[in-house]
C-alpha cells in the first residue's frame, strides 16, 4: 500500500486488521524480518543512490535499462556461437553474474559518453562506428573470422562488442574536441600514408607443406586438374590452406619472381634448398588505397584521443549525466567510470586477513595477468581485446 505523503521509509503505516501499526512496533511483536536489519536495509539502499524503479538495472541521466532489458542482452550474447563455451576459460572465470555485471557495464558506459557527447553537441554517424568497427574486423582475421575472435577471446558476441565501439567511437570525439588532443590533418595522413609501409602491395596466398619435392609435385598435379581440392589435400598432410597476406619484403626473391608472372588462381611449388617445400596458390593481390588505409592511419591518433576522452569524462563526473546502478549489481564509482562491488555504507565489513604471502599469486594485486583489470567491466571497461594494429 502507498505510504501517506510525508512519511518515511521507516515509520511506513501498514493495515493489520483494520488499523494501523507501525513497522517497528509490528517487529517488536511478531520478532520476523523487521527490526533493525531491516532498518540498515532500508538505509543501505537510500544511501546507495538507486532511487531507480522496480525492475531497473541502472538509470543514466534520463534513460533507463531495465532488469529484462540487461537480461535479454546477456541471454542474446550468451547464445551467440561459442560465447558460452568461452566463458569458462574468460575473465568471468564462468561466473553469469559477473558477466552481466560487464554488459550492464558496456551498456551504461554507451549511454555515458553519447550523453555527454550530446551536451558539448558532438554528434557520432553509424558510418563512423563501422569504420572503427572493420579495422577490428581487419587487423583480427577478417569479416568471416572475427565473430569467432570475439566469441573465444572475449565471450562476446558481435553485437555487444559493436556496442563496446561504439562507446569508444564517442570517446575518441570527446577526447579530440575537448581533451585537447590534435585531430590528424588530410595531409598529414596523406603524408604517413606516403612514407609508411601500408601503400605496399600484399599478395594473398594459400600455402600446403609438403614433406618432400616428389610429394609437392604430386599435390601441385592434383590441385591443377581439381582446384577446389586444395584444403582437403592439405588437411591430409596435416595443415591448413588459410589465406596470408604478404608483402614483398616477407617474400623470397624466388616467390616474388613467380608472382611477377602468375596470375590469381595459379598454383606452384617453391622448395627452399635443403629446407621445407610449399605448394602455393595465388588467391589475389591487394595494393592498398590512402582511402583504404585511413582508419588504419588514424588508429594511433584515436587511441590517444580515447584515452584523452575517458579522461575527460573522470573529470567531468560532477557535471555528467547522473548514474545511478541497482546495488544487486554494484555501485558506480564516478571518478574511475567503473561499476565496483556494492558496499553497504551502514554495516562495517569484516576486515580480510592479508595473506602471508604473495607466492601463490593470491596477494598480487586486482589486476589479471595479463593486465586486463577484473576483467568484469569494474576496472574502466579493461576486458582484453583485439586492438588494431598500432591503434
Not at 598454383?267 to 617445400?277: C, E, L
Request: with cysteine; charged share 20%; aromatic share 6%.
Amino acid at each position: 500500500m502507498r505510504a501517506p505523503v510525508g512519511e518515511s521509509a521507516v515509520t511506513r503505516r501498514v493495515m493489520t486488521g483494520g488499523r494501523r501499526e507501525n513497522l517497528v512496533n509490528v517487529s517488536r511483536r511478531r520478532g520476523t524480518i523487521f527490526g533493525p536489519i531491516a532498518v540498515a536495509v532500508v538505509a543501505a539502499l537510500l544511501a546507495s543512490g538507486c532511487q531507480s524503479r522496480a525492475g531497473t538495472a541502472a538509470v543514466v541521466g534520463d534513460q533507463r535499462i531495465t532488469d529484462d532489458q540487461l537480461q535479454s542482452m546477456v541471454r542474446d550474447a550468451l547464445a551467440f556461437p561459442g560465447v558460452r563455451a568461452a566463458l569458462p576459460n574468460s575473465s568471468f572465470k564462468g561466473d553469469v553474474g559477473q558477466y552481466s555485471r560487464n554488459v550492464l557495464y558496456v551498456e551504461v558506459s554507451r549511454l555515458l559518453a553519447e550523453q555527454a557527447a550530446g551536451k558539448l553537441g558532438i554528434t557520432v554517424t553509424d558510418a563512423a562506428v563501422a569504420d572503427r568497427y572493420k579495422l577490428y574486423e581487419d587487423t583480427n582475421g577478417g569479416a568471416a573470422g572475427f565473430p569467432s575472435v570475439v566469441a573465444s577471446q572475449l565471450a562476446y558476441s558481435p553485437s555487444l562488442f559493436r556496442d563496446r565501439v561504439r562507446s569508444e567511437v564517442f570517446q575518441v570525439e570527446l577526447g579530440y574536441q575537448a581533451g585537447g588532443v590534435h585531430r590528424p590533418t588530410e595531409a598529414e595522413l596523406r603524408q604517413t600514408f606516403a612514407s609508411s609501409g601500408l601503400a605496399a602491395p600484399k599478395w594473398t596466398l594459400r600455402l600446403i607443406q609438403a614433406p618432400d619435392e616428389a610429394t609437392a609435385r604430386t599435390v601441385l598435379t592434383k590441385v591443377q586438374q581439381d582446384p577446389g581440392s586444395f584444403a582437403s589435400v592439405a588437411q591430409q598432410l596435416g595443415g591448413q590452406a588459410e589465406p596470408q597476406d604478404f608483402t614483398a619484403e616477407q617474400l623470397p626473391p624466388e616467390v616474388r619472381k613467380k608472382l611477377a608472372t602468375a596470375k590469381p588462381g595459379d598454383v606452384f611449388i617453391f622448395a627452399q634448398p635443403g629446407s621445407q617445400v610449399y605448394v602455393i596458390k595465388y588467391d589475389k593481390v591487394t595494393r592498398p588505397t590512402f582511402e583504404s588505409s585511413r582508419a588504419q592511419l588514424l588508429s594511433q591518433s584515436a587511441k590517444t584521443a580515447m584515452d584523452a576522452g575517458v579522461a575527460y569524462l573522470a573529470k567531468q563526473s560532477g557535471d555528467l549525466p547522473r548514474v545511478e546502478i541497482n546495488p544487486r549489481y554494484g555501485s558506480w564509482d564516478a571518478s574511475k567510470l567503473t561499476i565496483a562491488d556494492f558496499v553497504n555504507p551502514v554495516l562495517s565489513p569484516t576486515p580480510t586477513p592479508a595473506p602471508s604471502s604473495a607466492a601463490d599469486g593470491s596477494g598480487a594485486g586486482s589486476g589479471a595477468a595479463d593486465g586486463s583489470g577484473g576483467g568484469d567491466g569494474s576496472a574502466g571497461g579493461a576486458t582484453p581485446e583485439p586492438s588494431p594494429t598500432g591503434g
